[in-house]
Every structure is written in C-alpha cells, then in structure tokens.
C-alpha cells in the first residue's frame, strides 16, 4: 500500500468519460486516481489481482495498487505506454473519422448483436485490429466483476505510427458494488447484484458474455488462498460471491 502526497500541478484532466471531466494526477510515471464515489481504489485492486490468477499474459491488463494520495484513498498504476505508443479509445477513434458520438450511434441500434458487429467492423476497417479476442477477454472479466462503467472510452487500442493492437484491460473501478447509488445493503447479495446494469451494448453482463464466450480461465484455489489474506471488505465479499457464480471458469 502507498502513501503519496501530489501536488496541483500533477493534475490532467481526462475528457470523454460516463462521469464527465474526470482529474486524475501523473507523476514519476505513475497515475494516481482518487476514489470518488466508493471504493474504486480497492475495486481496481482486487481486479487487477484476481487477474494474476488467469491464464492472461500480464501484458493483456493493467496493474492496481491500492494507498492514499493526499490522505484520501485510491489507486495508481504505472504508464503502460511505451515510447512513441498512443492510447486511442473508441470512443475517440470513431469521433476523429466522424465527428460523432459512438454512443450516440449505438442507440439507435434495436439489438446488442447489430451494436457489437458495428462496432468490431468499424475497428477493422479504421485500424486493421479484430477485436473480438479482445473484447471476449473483457466481458468475461466485467460479468465476473460487475463492472457498470465499460463505456466506450474504456475500450481502446494502443497506436504507433500505423500499427495497431488492443490495449491491455484497465479502468475497472466502478466494479464489485462498489460506486453503485442503487445498492441497498440491507438486501441480500444477490439482490444487489440483480440492480447491476452492463454497458456498452446492452444492460446484461451474462448476454455480452455469452455472445463471444470464455475469454479467459482462473486458479480458483490460489485465488481463494489471496482473497483470505486480504482485508475484509464488501467489495471482496461480492468478488467471492461471483467467483462462486461462475464454476466453469476455474482451470
């Protein structure tokens, strides 16, 4: 766990996303994210670690450590960019050729499958890169961690020059219950988890899933093993629970 304390002018301003204008902070390599509306922080944490267990390479998603920055909790992660590399989301690929809201595309689509199939055939033809590995990999890792917040600026490939590829996982935060206004801890688990609403291509985690199937496998026992030595919380509470959901996906 890290302790840092951050300065005004490490602050950068990361436009384009479900919350708005989002400030997250650079610094020494580093980003620095501060919780918000839960426990983000933990959130990232926890997923970040869970997928130490699985069977992707540790190039294919992005780190979390949890800690404090200005005594206020959160995370931060190291810059997985290389030289010369850009990060370019969907969202913006889609906005640079069209001038339009992707989002704003996608809803007037009367099915998830005419969302999806627009969607990978746009990244085909703009930059040469099939996500569907990609995105299976993803939508097995938000039906197990209930993440809310996969807009399309959570989505992205890595540029350089004119070669293309996916970029690894990241921003999970609003995951796990975490940051979710309709929860209602006075119920029980698995009524909370009825109130979780997918994105980006329909409200269902388990229909996103289905669609591309099993992205990846986890060591189920030597994730039981880590989550013990964690710090109780709910948010690993509800990792379990969905971990306990989702037997086939134990190798």
């Not at 384009?16 to 650079?26: A, C, F, L, V």
């Not at 959130?43 to 069977?55: K, N, P």
């Not at 099939?130 to 399309?152: A, P, V």
């Not at 009825?194 to 996103?208: D, L």
Request: charged share 30%; net charge negative; aromatic share 14%.
């Amino acid at each position: 766990m890290f302790r840092e304390e951050i300065e005004q002018e490490y602050i950068v301003a990361m436009d384009g996303t479900s919350e708005g204008t989002q400030m997250k902070y650079k610094k020494n390599n580093y980003w620095y994210k501060k919780d918000c509306r839960g426990r983000e922080g933990l959130a990232e944490y926890l997923i970040s670690g869970l997928l130490t267990y699985s069977d992707l390479s540790s190039s294919e998603y992005v780190i979390y450590e949890k800690g404090l920055i200005n005594e206020v909790e959160g995370c931060r992660s190291r810059d997985f960019l290389k030289e010369g590399e850009e990060l370019v989301t969907f969202y913006r690929l889609y906005y640079n050729e069209f001038g339009k809201d992707l989002s704003h595309v996608l809803v007037t689509m009367e099915t998830m499958e005419e969302r999806i199939e627009y969607v990978v055939r746009f990244v085909w033809q703009s930059c040469g890169v099939d996500i569907r590995e990609y995105l299976k990999k993803i939508f097995t890792l938000d039906m197990i961690t209930l993440n809310e917040d996969r807009h399309l600026n959570n989505l992205a490939v890595l540029s350089q020059g004119n070669q293309f590829v996916p970029a690894p996982i990241f921003d999970n935060g609003v995951s796990l219950l975490t940051a979710n206004q309709s929860v209602n801890w006075h119920f029980p688990m698995e009524e909370n988890v009825r109130r979780v609403v997918a994105r980006p291509f329909c409200g269902s985690h388990e229909r996103m899933f289905k669609y591309f199937g099993v992205g990846f496998h986890l060591d189920f026992p030597a994730v039981m093993r880590w989550l013990k030595k964690e710090d109780e919380s709910r948010e690993k509470d509800v990792l379990i629970y969905q971990l306990q959901r989702y037997p086939f996906l134990a190798r």
